[in-house]
């Protein structure tokens, strides 16, 4: 399948809703002013240093003296790249285990999600662009979860997050074992759906513009199959928070119903 042309990191951050926040941080209004824009981060919250020119791409890419293509699945690619490795997810369904994982389960963007994501690398660093000042802020900021847990941002851990970095088609092949109903979707071009008809059933709604296949890379699942780094295509939730605020964590398709779920899982 066609592949992600480039990613930057999966967000972790809530955005805050279309009416209150600043052009781009509402799902679908571009990487401007979203949670992806570090020089907006950085000037708005203080969180990292901003570019000299105030430039948004130049975290990720550049149009010169960027890393040779080949040494990262991401053109012009500009920004230092992920070292660490991590064990790959181990499944809990019995008739999961002979899904295998690639050697790198952070093949393809997952690896330049992880950039920015690891805990390690520092989020506004940046290549030799014409700007003086790299950053050497890491993302280590944590929050309370639902149950009251103290949970990282960053991600260490893949035992803990959907898995990643398996091929879809083996998921496909093994869940109609002995012909029984598959519990994915089993067609890579069926669409995700952006909003549902009704959020009590999986049935109806209208396509988004993205299918399962074009968000492979290579055919394998990856932290991209899941999330628009661009905050392009993405949908919103279809619900307010009570504060207010319409969580933007850069999906393909809602929360809401876990249409984002349902639109690979059939349940």
Request: net charge negative; hydrophobic share 35%.
């Amino acid at each position: 399948m066609k592949k992600l042309a480039s990613v930057l990191a999966v967000a972790t951050l809530v955005a805050t809703s279309a009416t209150l926040a600043c052009a781009g941080a509402a799902p679908g209004t571009g990487v401007n002013g979203s949670m992806h824009d570090i020089t907006y981060l950085a000037q708005s919250q203080g969180a990292y240093q901003a570019d000299d020119f105030q430039r948004v791409c130049v975290f990720c890419h550049t149009p010169h003296n960027a890393l040779p293509n080949g040494s990262v699945p991401a053109p012009l690619w500009n920004h230092a790249p992920s070292t660490v490795t991590l064990d790959p997810y181990t499944w809990a369904a019995p008739a999961n285990l002979p899904i295998g994982f690639n050697s790198d389960a952070l093949v393809g963007p997952s690896r330049l999600c992880m950039a920015c994501h690891d805990g390690v690398t520092a989020v506004d660093s940046h290549g030799s662009a014409g700007s003086g000042h790299n950053g050497n802020t890491k993302m280590t900021a944590s929050y309370t979860d639902g149950l009251g847990n103290t949970a990282l941002r960053s991600i260490k851990d893949l035992s803990v997050t959907h898995p990643i970095g398996f091929q879809y088609q083996d998921a496909i092949d093994n869940r109609n074992l002995s012909g029984q109903p598959a519990e994915i979707a089993t067609q890579t071009d069926h669409f995700l759906t952006a909003v549902p008809a009704n959020t009590h059933s999986r049935s109806g709604g209208d396509p988004s513009s993205k299918k399962i296949g074009d968000t492979l890379y290579s055919g394998f699942f990856t932290c991209a199959s899941c999330h628009d780094v661009h905050n392009t295509n993405n949908k919103a939730s279809l619900a307010a928070l009570s504060d207010g605020h319409i969580p933007n964590y850069f999906l393909w398709a809602p929360e809401q119903g876990s249409i984002i779920c349902l639109s690979c899982h059939i349940k």
